[in-house]
Nanobody, 124 residues
């Protein structure tokens, strides 16, 4: 029903920048937006950022506020994650997700479709 393709990951030095892209296709009529999540080796997958397709303000994990910026191009069903001032702790496999409707939780806490992930490695 939905396909997500992430790109833009790579190896960068601490302090560097990367821009991730996630192109979505398929039927997402009930989706309020898209989000980025990441998973470091041996750790749980965690929320990074999310943006609504229409209206609202982006949401960010505290750990990336001021460094990461999520943006969208609704015409292309594409979401971006600009990552600046990267730290070694940002290393992980980054996934984009189509978010689904949810009640009783934060609006971005219900990812329904995942991309394959793109690796971000920050060296120091």
């Amino acid at each position: 029903q939905v396909q997500l393709v992430e790109s833009g990951g790579g190896l960068v030095q601490a302090g560097g920048s990367l821009r991730l892209s996630c192109a979505a296709s398929g039927r997402m009529f009930s989706s309020p937006g898209m989000g980025w999540f990441r998973q470091a080796p041996g750790k749980e997958r965690e929320f990074v950022a999310a943006i609504r397709w229409i209206g609202g303000s982006p949401d960010y994990a505290d750990s990336v506020k001021g460094r990461f910026t999520i943006s969208r191009d609704n015409a292309k069903n594409t979401v971006y994650l600009q990552m600046n001032s990267l730290k070694s702790e940002d290393t992980g496999l980054y996934y984009c997700a189509v978010l689904l409707m949810v009640t009783g939780r934060r609006w971005y806490e219900n990812p329904g479709y995942w991309g394959q992930g793109t690796q971000v490695t920050v060296s120091s």
